[in-house]
């Protein structure tokens, strides 16, 4: 499935083009501009499949090394990428300065402008190269973006369909819904047990004096399953009846009183339950289809050709 454009690059461009940097020096070193693909209208030369190369190893965390045994993959990912930016520009699909300029700040913004700058510096890429980089990514994830608005979305049918042959997926574990208090001290705690035992309320009481976000909602924890808390205190909080309190229990939080206000026995989740798991599921899986229907198309419509030594010349030197 496609991200959202600013927050996938946000943390990955960076890196990425500055370990494309040190691939690039330490792999493909010496020049060479003769053509070796061509995908639609678009020629590429040994010298730009050198720098597309880089770019995949370092995106993949991969190593020279490791490059060379996946050396037809990689390049089938170049070419697929060619192929995304001929349709975008028969499709008149473009990024526009600003989209750019956002994203550039989206990036830059947790870096100091002297930092950012020096580890360009440091690993001697030029701005306008890193820049040229970022643009070309974007606007191939724009480009994806657009094609799959033209996506069937799930059906009912579709969603109902998985949910009875996959009703074991769907099994749902014991849960309790908790309300809790919780306080730095258990002199603290101990007072508030006492008041308890007196007939105060608990809701008034977690309001008052709970240090955890959920005391404005009079300590409402909402449902837990089991797995999900420190076991010796889930040991105790599923055993308690509905409407009972806890002793206090303490953890790296505090100091924690709590009370079950009801209980959802183990069983299968019902549709409605299930149906934003299932959407998810079965969205990815039409994805995945579409997009591999539509590269299938764009390879008859924009022929490709390949100079098959560039596989055997896997650095590309020469």
């Known amino acids: 499935m496609v991200p959202n454009t600013l927050s996938m690059f946000k943390n990955f461009c960076l890196a990425s083009l500055l370990i494309f940097s040190i691939s690039a020096c330490h792999i493909f070193d010496r020049p060479n501009d003769r053509d070796v693909i061509t995908v639609g209208k678009t020629v590429i030369t040994k010298d730009e499949l050198r720098r597309d190369i880089g770019h995949i190893i370092s995106e993949m965390g991969m190593s020279a090394e490791e490059a060379k045994f996946a050396i037809k993959s990689i390049i089938g990912k170049i070419t697929e990428n060619y192929l995304i930016m001929e349709y ?5 699909i473009t990024l526009q300065d600003d989209e750019l300029k956002a994203a550039v700040r989206e990036i830059k913004k947790d870096y100091p402008e002297d930092i950012f700058n020096k580890m360009l510096l440091e690993r001697y890429i030029d701005y306008n190269t890193w820049e040229e980089e970022l643009r070309e990514d974007l606007l191939n994830k724009k480009i994806v973006t657009k094609v799959f608005e033209g996506m069937p979305s799930v059906s009912f049918n579709d969603t109902m369909e998985y949910y009875e042959s996959h009703r074991n997926e769907f099994i749902r574990p014991r849960m309790v819904q908790l309300r809790q208090i919780v306080t730095r001290s258990k002199e603290d705690a101990e007072k508030i047990l006492d008041r308890l035992a007196k007939g105060d309320e608990m809701e008034n009481l977690a309001k008052e004096y709970s240090i955890t976000p959920e005391a404005k ?9 089991k797995g999900e808390l420190e076991e010796y205190i889930e040991e105790i909080v599923f055993a308690l009846p509905i409407n009972k309190k806890s002793p206090i229990l303490e953890s790296p939080y505090g100091y924690h009183i709590f009370e079950v206000l009801s209980v959802s026995d ?13 959407e998810s599921i079965l969205t990815l899986q039409k994805r995945e289809a579409f997009y591999g229907k539509w590269l299938d198309g764009l390879k008859d419509r924009f022929p490709i050709t390949i100079d098959e030594e560039i596989y055997s010349d896997w650095n590309m030197e020469g």
Do not use: Y
Request: proline share 4%; no cysteine; aromatic share 8%.
């Open 88 to 92: 975008g520009k028969e499709e008149g």
């Open 217 to 225: 909602n009079g300590g409402i924890l909402g449902w837990v399953a």
């Open 266 to 278: 183990e069983g299968f989740k019902t549709l409605p339950e299930a149906k934003a798991e299932i």
